[in-house]
C-alpha cells in the first residue's frame, strides 16, 4: 500500500562520507520533494523536481545534491555529511504542484545519524 | 521574512475532550493551506487543506477554519481520541512547488 518508499529506514554514515539516500513512488506524480526535518522542528524543503526540472530553495547548501532518473525515483546526496546534517530526510510527492492546491504526500523518511 | 508560525508548542488534552490547535501565518498572498498530523518516527500525514476563498471545511472529526483578516488558521478535532497525539504542524502554499510548514503543536491525549 505504501505510495512514498523511502529507504533505508536508519542511515549511518561518517562525518565526510558521501551518502546517498532513495525515495521511489507508485503514484505516478510529477513533483518529487527533499524535505530535511531536525528534531522538534517543522520540516524544511531542499528542493523539488518537476518532471525532470530541478528547483533548489535558495538556502540548500551545495552539500546537498538531487537526482531524480525517472519519474519513480529519487536520490538525495549528501557529498560530505557533516555533524549537522544529522536529521529526519522526508520525501514527498504531488501530482502537480502545490499552487495548484495539490498536496503532498510523505514517505516514512529516512533517519541520518552522522558519526 | 515570512512565515507560519504556531501559538502553542503543546497542547495536553483529556480523551472526548475537543482540541483546538492554533497557527498565525504572515503572508497574506498565501492560497492555500494544508494540517498535517506527524506520529513519532513517521513522515507527515495529510489531514485536511483549505483554500483561501473558503473560511471554513469540515472532514471526519476534524474542522479547519481559516480567517484572513487576521491571518489566523485553526484546526478543531472532535472528541479526542489517544490516537491523535501526535504533532500537528500548519503548512501555507508560498509559491508554485512550495509548501512552508509552521513550527508544531505537540498534542497530548490523556486516557
Known amino acids: 500500500d505504501a505510495m512514498v518508499i523511502q529507504n533505508p529506514r536508519y542511515q549511518v554514515t561518517q562525518f565526510g562520507k558521501p551518502v546517498t539516500l532513495s525515495c521511489s513512488q507508485t503514484?505516478?506524480?510529477?513533483?518529487m520533494y527533499w524535505y530535511q526535518q531536525k528534531s522538534s522542528q517543522a520540516p524544511k524543503l531542499l528542493f523539488h523536481?518537476?518532471?525532470?526540472?530541478?528547483?533548489n530553495e535558495a538556502d540548500t547548501p551545495d552539500n546537498f545534491q538531487s537526482r531524480r532518473p525517472n519519474t519513480s525515483f529519487c536520490f538525495l546526496d549528501i557529498r560530505s555529511p557533516g555533524l549537522g546534517d544529522a536529521a529526519m530526510y522526508l520525501c514527498?510527492?504531488?501530482?502537480?504542484?502545490?499552487?495548484?492546491?495539490?498536496?503532498?504526500?510523505f514517505g516514512s523518511g529516512t533517519q541520518l545519524s552522522v558519526l | 521574512g515570512e512565515s507560519v508560525g504556531l501559538h502553542l508548542p503543546t497542547l495536553s488534552v483529556q480523551e472526548g475532550d475537543n482540541s483546538i490547535i492554533n497557527c498565525a501565518y504572515s503572508?497574506?498572498?498565501?492560497?492555500?493551506f494544508i494540517w498535517y498530523k506527524q506520529e513519532s518516527g513517521k513522515g507527515p500525514q495529510f489531514i485536511i487543506d483549505?483554500?483561501?476563498?473558503?473560511d471554513k471545511r469540515q472532514g471526519q472529526r476534524v474542522t479547519v477554519l481559516l480567517n484572513k483578516t487576521v491571518k489566523h488558521l485553526s484546526l478543531q478535532i472532535a472528541a479526542t481520541q489517544p490516537g491523535d497525539s501526535a504533532v500537528y504542524f500548519c503548512?501555507?502554499?508560498?509559491?508554485?512547488?512550495?509548501?512552508?510548514f509552521g513550527k508544531g503543536t505537540m498534542l497530548l491525549v490523556s486516557p
Open positions: 483549505i483554500r483561501s476563498n473558503m
Open positions: 503548512a501555507e502554499n508560498t509559491g508554485y512547488s512550495t509548501l512552508t
Open positions: 503572508n497574506s498572498a498565501s492560497d492555500y
Open positions: 503514484l505516478n506524480h510529477n513533483v
Open positions: 523536481y518537476y518532471d525532470k526540472d530541478f528547483n
Open positions: 514527498a510527492t504531488s501530482r502537480e504542484g502545490t499552487g495548484t492546491n495539490e498536496k503532498l504526500f
